[in-house]
C-alpha cells in the first residue's frame, strides 16, 4: 500500500517569513495529493490539492509543487501570519475505481510567531 | 458547519458499553469514510463505503462495526472497546469518481471517544 512520510513534525517561523513543508510517496499509481489544514480542535480542512498531471499549484499565499519522477510534493506558504498556526497534513491518493482513498502523512504543526 | 454532522462531540464509556457515533451529510456524495486520529499518529483509514457498499475494511477489529444506511448516513458501532481505542473518530464525505477527478474529502467535526 501507499506510505506517505512527511517532514518537518513541527516548524516555527517568525511571521511574516516562508513555510516549507515537505512529503515523499511511495506508490507511483498516486496522483492526486491533496492538502489539509487541522486547527486545533477543529476538523482538517482541504486549502489546496494538485493532480499529477501539474507540476504546480498557486492560490494566494499557498502554493504546492509536485516532482512525480522523485515521487515528493511540498506546500509552501509565503509572507506567513498567526492564523496560519495549525497542523497541516499532505496526502496521497491513487485511483480506487471511483472512491478516494488517501493516505495521510504525520502531520506537521506549523506555528507563525507574531 | 460544513455539511457533513457526527454526533456526538465527546463519548466517554466504559469497556463493556456499548454505544455508536453518527455521521450524516448533505453534500449529495456518494462515498463516506471513517478515520481514526490519534495523538503523533497519522489519520487511519477505518471503512469505506461506496454507494452504500462497503469498499474498504482496513483491518479493524471487530469490536468496531460500522452501518451504511444510504448514502447520506453512517454510522459506527461501538462495543467492548479498549483504552488504547480513545481518539478521535473523524468521519468523511466525498464525491464518487477517480482521483483523475480529485475530489478532496469534507471531514465532520469528529467524536472525541474516551475509553474509560
Known amino acids: 500500500g501507499e506510505n506517505v512520510e512527511q517532514h518537518p513534525s513541527t516548524l516555527s517561523v517568525q511571521e511574516g517569513d516562508s513555510a516549507v513543508i515537505k512529503c515523499t510517496y511511495s506508490d507511483s499509481a498516486s496522483n492526486y495529493f491533496p492538502w489539509y489544514k487541522q486547527e486545533l480542535g477543529k476538523r482538517p480542512q482541504l486549502i489546496i490539492d494538485i493532480r499529477s498531471n501539474v507540476g504546480e499549484k498557486k492560490d494566494q499565499r499557498i502554493a504546492v509543487t509536485l516532482n512525480k519522477t522523485a515521487k515528493h510534493f511540498s506546500l509552501h506558504i509565503t509572507e506567513t501570519q498567526p492564523e496560519d498556526s495549525a497542523v497541516y497534513f499532505c496526502?496521497?491518493?491513487?485511483?480506487?475505481?471511483?472512491?478516494?482513498?488517501?493516505?495521510f502523512g504525520t502531520g506537521t504543526k506549523l506555528q507563525v510567531i507574531p | 458547519e460544513t455539511g457533513v454532522t457526527q454526533t456526538p462531540r465527546h463519548l466517554v464509556m466504559g469497556m463493556t458499553n456499548k454505544k455508536s457515533l453518527k455521521c450524516e451529510q448533505h453534500?449529495?456524495?456518494?462515498?463516506m469514510y471513517w478515520y481514526k486520529q490519534s495523538a503523533k499518529k497519522p489519520l487511519e483509514l477505518m471503512f469505506v463505503y461506496n454507494f452504500k457498499e462497503q469498499t474498504e475494511n482496513n483491518s479493524v477489529p471487530s469490536r468496531f462495526s460500522p452501518e451504511c444506511p444510504n448514502s447520506s448516513h453512517l454510522f459506527l458501532h461501538l462495543h467492548t472497546l479498549q483504552p488504547e481505542d480513545s481518539a478521535l473518530y473523524l468521519c468523511a464525505s466525498s464525491h464518487q469518481g477517480t482521483s483523475r477527478d480529485g475530489y478532496g474529502y469534507t471531514f465532520g467535526s469528529g467524536t472525541r471517544l474516551t475509553v474509560v
Open positions: 453534500l449529495g456524495h456518494n462515498a
Open positions: 496526502a496521497a491518493n491513487p485511483d480506487s475505481g471511483g472512491y478516494q482513498k488517501v493516505t
